[in-house]
């Protein structure tokens, strides 16, 4: 039976065949529903090699050490039904093997194998594209979306999610008036592709329009409103765009009502707010005690190790709260892995994790000439933690203000002078008013609080 993006499968049943094809379009929009289409599937078809093996790649993107155990059930699911699986899926159940070896880059090539011979299976398209994010990979995302738009026709069920994906790759690499066309498309395309809607707000971000960023998520919920928790993410660049424009009520406002509406603990979402609830305090804002449930989640996942960018936005979350011993116990399993690990977790843990990780525990303890020693020193690898520009650019900011604090004015500049030149020359309000403080330091003996800023 064929599924919905034209791909033999070894299904034989035909409602089975429809929750798998709901599955795979549910990945492809980030939809709320997918996991009931998942396990609907399962349960009507469980020696479906393929659907197992992405359960697995599904669970090992959660970034969870927890949930390593439940990919490895389904790896042993999967390879139960080897024997009947076709060679196309295969490739997905050595992909899920590999990475459960702690070798996420090598699973990325099994898939891109799949994509070689099958260009137009979007589900491989969207799970190299997932696996790279979080390998942060930007220019590994673009390579392989530019190699499969051509077999995409404005009739393939995937089309709109493969723009959404491109403009999304042409944003991480600085190709913002491209990304920005491309995104459009996609969304006119696939009006639920929130990929391709948040790409978009990618660039007003990141060209310091924040004003045009607004306009464009306006009207437009309806594409992230039926999301998993990637609708959080959505509200979070909403946010941001606010708090550029010094509209702090309405920052908070998000924060409470559509952010940390849910208090849930999954990495992605403490990462939204701890990195925005950084931002308003490096911008003068009292946060009041917003800290306090971020800080108690991230105390219960200190030994987990499974991402280095989770780890650094628990960090946020420790120091924000000011858990000093919390704090300490999360840098030092940070070192350890970093000796003790051979897999790319590990290696990410050395650099930028370890020099990362010192840099903002000396930030949370005042120590600001060793906050921006070590984060000046992570700064040239902190793509290697994953995420987007975006996401890590909260860490960019505690590097300048720390730098700022310390007195590292010509340094400071410099790293103004990069963020200005990658962004086409526009700036955003943050970046502004640290060089009005530049500018003031210069001018005066006296110190100068950054706390209105």
Same mark, same amino acid.
């Given at each position: 039976?064929?599924?919905?993006?034209?791909?033999?499968?070894?299904?034989?049943?035909?409602?089975?065949?429809?929750?798998?094809?709901?599955?795979?379009?549910?990945?492809?929009?980030?939809?709320?529903?997918?996991?009931?289409?998942?396990?609907? $599937?399962?349960?009507?078809?469980?020696?479906?090699?393929?659907?197992?093996?992405?359960?697995?790649?599904?669970?090992?993107?959660?970034?969870?050490?927890?949930?390593?155990?439940?990919?490895?059930?389904?790896?042993?699911?999967?390879?139960?039904?080897?024997?009947?699986?076709?060679?196309?899926?295969?490739?997905?159940?050595?992909?899920?093997?590999?990475?459960?070896?702690?070798?996420?880059?090598?699973?990325?090539?099994?898939?891109?194998?799949? $994509?070689?011979?099958?260009?137009?299976?979007?589900?491989?398209?969207?799970?190299?594209?997932?696996?790279?994010?979080?390998?942060?990979?930007?220019?590994?995302?673009?390579?392989?979306?530019?190699? $499969?738009?051509?077999?995409?026709?404005?009739?393939?069920?995937?089309?709109?999610?493969?723009?959404?994906?491109?403009?999304?790759?042409?944003?991480?690499?600085?190709?913002?008036?491209?990304?920005?066309?491309?995104?459009?498309?996609?969304?006119?395309?696939?009006?639920?592709?929130?990929?391709?809607?948040?790409?978009?707000?990618?660039?007003?971000?990141?060209?310091?329009?924040?004003?045009?960023?607004?306009?464009?998520?306006?009207?437009?919920?309806?594409?992230?409103?039926?999301?998993?928790?990637?609708?959080?993410?959505?509200?979070?660049?909403?946010?941001?765009?606010?708090?550029?424009?010094?509209?702090?009520?309405?920052?908070?406002?998000?924060?409470?009502?559509?952010?940390?509406?849910?208090?849930?603990?999954?990495?992605?979402?403490?990462?939204?707010?701890?990195?925005?609830?950084?931002?308003?305090?490096?911008?003068?804002?009292?946060?009041?005690?917003?800290?306090?449930?971020?800080?108690?989640?991230?105390?219960?996942?200190?030994?987990?190790?499974?991402?280095?960018?989770?780890?650094?936005?628990?960090?946020?979350? $420790?120091?924000?709260?000011?858990?000093?011993?919390?704090?300490?116990?999360?840098?030092?399993?940070?070192?350890?892995?970093?000796?003790?690990?051979?897999?790319?977790?590990?290696?990410?843990?050395?650099?930028?994790?370890?020099?990362?990780?010192?840099?903002?525990?000396?930030?949370?303890?005042?120590?600001?000439?060793?906050?921006?020693?070590?984060?000046?020193?992570?700064?040239?690898?902190?793509?290697?933690?994953?995420?987007?520009?975006?996401?890590?650019?909260?860490?960019?900011?505690?590097?300048?203000?720390?730098?700022?604090?310390?007195?590292?004015?010509?340094?400071?500049?410099?790293?103004?002078?990069?963020?200005?030149?990658?962004?086409?020359?526009?700036?955003?309000?943050?970046?502004?008013?640290?060089?009005?403080?530049?500018?003031?330091?210069?001018?005066?003996?006296?110190?100068?609080?950054?706390?209105?800023?």
């Amino acid at each position: 039976m064929q599924d919905i993006f034209g791909q033999d499968t070894s299904l034989t049943d035909a409602a089975a065949l429809r929750d798998w094809n709901a599955v795979q379009m549910g990945v492809l929009a980030h939809a709320a529903t997918t996991p009931t289409h998942l396990a609907a $599937l399962l349960a009507t078809a469980p020696g479906f090699a393929l659907g197992q093996a992405c359960k697995g790649m599904f669970y090992l993107l959660m970034g969870r050490s927890e949930l390593i155990a439940t990919a490895r059930e389904a790896l042993s699911a999967a390879r139960a039904h080897f024997d009947t699986a076709l060679p196309r899926e295969r490739h997905y159940i050595a992909a899920l093997e590999i990475w459960l070896a702690g070798q996420p880059s090598a699973a990325i090539a099994k898939l891109e194998q799949v $994509l070689h011979n099958h260009p137009q299976d979007a589900l491989a398209m969207k799970l190299s594209h997932s696996i790279r994010f979080v390998l942060g990979d930007s220019a590994g995302m673009r390579r392989s979306i530019e190699r $499969l738009l051509p077999a995409y026709g404005t009739d393939h069920a995937g089309h709109g999610y493969l723009l959404g994906c491109h403009a999304f790759t042409l944003e991480e690499t600085g190709s913002f008036e491209k990304a920005e066309i491309v995104g459009r498309q996609a969304l006119w395309t696939a009006p639920d592709d929130a990929w391709g809607l948040h790409a978009v707000a990618h660039v007003h971000e990141m060209t310091g329009n924040a004003q045009a960023g607004l306009d464009w998520l306006q009207g437009r919920e309806a594409a992230w409103s039926h999301c998993n928790n990637f609708r959080y993410h959505v509200w979070w660049h909403k946010a941001l765009m606010h708090l550029d424009l010094g509209q702090i009520d309405q920052v908070f406002d998000l924060y409470d009502h559509e952010i940390r509406s849910d208090k849930t603990d999954d990495y992605r979402d403490i990462s939204n707010g701890t990195s925005l609830l950084m931002r308003l305090e490096l911008n003068g804002a009292n946060v009041g005690e917003r800290w306090e449930e971020l800080a108690e989640l991230a105390a219960n996942r200190t030994e987990d190790g499974s991402l280095i960018f989770a780890d650094l936005h628990y960090l946020l979350a $420790l120091a924000g709260h000011n858990r000093k011993e919390a704090t300490s116990r999360l840098v030092k399993r940070i070192h350890a892995d970093a000796q003790t690990r051979t897999d790319e977790a590990g290696q990410r843990m050395a650099n930028p994790g370890c020099a990362a990780a010192l840099g903002l525990e000396a930030f949370g303890e005042g120590d600001y000439a060793g906050a921006f020693a070590n984060l000046s020193q992570a700064r040239g690898s902190m793509w290697m933690a994953g995420g987007s520009n975006a996401q890590r650019d909260v860490f960019e900011r505690i590097t300048i203000d720390s730098g700022l604090r310390a007195g590292q004015l010509d340094a400071v500049e410099s790293i103004l002078d990069d963020r200005q030149a990658y962004c086409g020359g526009n700036e955003g309000n943050y970046a502004l008013a640290r060089r009005e403080v530049i500018a003031e330091m210069r001018g005066s003996a006296a110190p100068h609080s950054l706390s209105a800023q």
